[in-house]
């Protein structure tokens, strides 16, 4: 309060006691709100919101676990479903099938969908049809770097036996290493 509209009490200390203790209150309040400004501003620097289309496919984060059931097993990102339209900066409209008509969700809760391919897969959708013709299943040679690796590993090692190669141009056959050391009487 004003010093013009309070009481003055009996007491001295008292009074100047209030008085440093509403003076402290502002001081610190004011200290406060400079600090809150500080941290929103540094808060708003490192903040980076995904930018998403019409038309987008998107999943959805509903954070509701459903009773008896652990967090730890429930998937909470559903979807994927489609962006219909902006609706702010930062909001999207989704039809994602709940109460039957779209809703207005964050960004915060949107998390694109990516393609799922292969490393050896193509981005193409169209694929040709396999031209066999008379060949056998045993003359097609597919290279694929695990097949490559396999083979540098194997003409590393020394042949041990040559009498189990065949002659039809088969692989020769290892004997397995396990219980090698296993001896039978």
């Given at each position: 309060m004003p010093p013009s509209v309070k009481d003055i009490p009996a007491h001295?200390?008292?009074w100047e006691l209030t008085e440093k203790v509403e003076h402290s209150h502002s001081f610190v309040r004011g200290k406060i709100k400079g600090q809150m400004r500080r941290q929103k501003h540094y808060h708003d620097l490192k903040l980076s919101y995904q930018n998403f289309r019409k038309d987008d496919e998107?999943?959805?984060y509903f954070p509701v676990k459903k009773p008896g059931m652990s967090s730890k097993l429930t998937r909470f990102w559903k979807g994927p479903f489609k962006i219909l339209d902006k609706y702010g900066d930062l909001?999207?409209?989704i039809d994602c099938g709940y109460r039957g008509k779209p809703q207005v969700i964050h960004v915060d809760r949107l998390k694109k969908k990516n393609k799922q391919t292969?490393?050896?897969?193509?981005?193409?959708?169209?694929?040709?049809?396999?031209d066999t013709g008379n060949k056998s299943a045993e003359d097609d040679q597919v290279e694929t770097p695990y097949l490559q690796e396999i083979a540098v590993?194997?003409?590393t090692?020394?042949?041990?036996?040559?009498?189990?190669?065949?002659?039809?141009?088969r692989r020769t056959r290892r004997k397995s290493a396990?219980?090698?050391d296993y001896i039978v009487e």
């Amino acid at each position: 309060m004003p010093p013009s509209v309070k009481d003055i009490p009996a007491h001295k200390w008292a009074w100047e006691l209030t008085e440093k203790v509403e003076h402290s209150h502002s001081f610190v309040r004011g200290k406060i709100k400079g600090q809150m400004r500080r941290q929103k501003h540094y808060h708003d620097l490192k903040l980076s919101y995904q930018n998403f289309r019409k038309d987008d496919e998107v999943y959805v984060y509903f954070p509701v676990k459903k009773p008896g059931m652990s967090s730890k097993l429930t998937r909470f990102w559903k979807g994927p479903f489609k962006i219909l339209d902006k609706y702010g900066d930062l909001t999207y409209t989704i039809d994602c099938g709940y109460r039957g008509k779209p809703q207005v969700i964050h960004v915060d809760r949107l998390k694109k969908k990516n393609k799922q391919t292969l490393r050896t897969e193509s981005d193409y959708s169209t694929f040709s049809p396999l031209d066999t013709g008379n060949k056998s299943a045993e003359d097609d040679q597919v290279e694929t770097p695990y097949l490559q690796e396999i083979a540098v590993h194997e003409s590393t090692l020394p042949d041990e036996d040559e009498q189990e190669s065949s002659q039809d141009g088969r692989r020769t056959r290892r004997k397995s290493a396990w219980m090698a050391d296993y001896i039978v009487e």
